[in-house]
């Protein structure tokens, strides 16, 4: 069975952000690891990754779902959240269709970005709870 080729991670986050954000470029300062795809701002990265530590790399698509809805201009969190888990099993499935498991992708980006120091606080915008 031929195994799928597999995507720079650039492009892996692109397919999750697609079809409406595709080229999508925010404001925030460009990652030189990950261009244009949504997901450069280097504190949400750290955040984010570190929550996908924690929870799992399922985390990691939803969270990168939930910025895209924010970007779509869904503003309140419940409901960038909602739009975040309806999408997420068809970006997953886009994920794979480039050759990339949510695991993988996470472990990459793990690769590249430093273990934090930063403590989630609630003006991070995120809720923990035990």
Known sequence: MAKTKKADPASAISAILQPELRGWTVHFIKCPFVKECGFCCPDLRR???NLARIYG???????????????????GEDEAEEYAREHAP????????????????????ESVVPES???L???DGFMVTA
């Open 47 to 49: 955040i984010t990754i």
């Open 121 to 123: 606080k609630p003006e």
């Open 90 to 109: 068809e970006a997953t499935q886009r994920l794979a269709n480039v050759g990339w498991e949510p695991a993988e992708l996470l472990q990459t980006l």
């Open 117 to 119: 120091s930063h403590v």
């Open 57 to 75: 790399p399922e985390h990691l698509v939803r969270k990168i779902l939930h910025e895209k809805a924010h970007a779509l201009g869904i503003k």
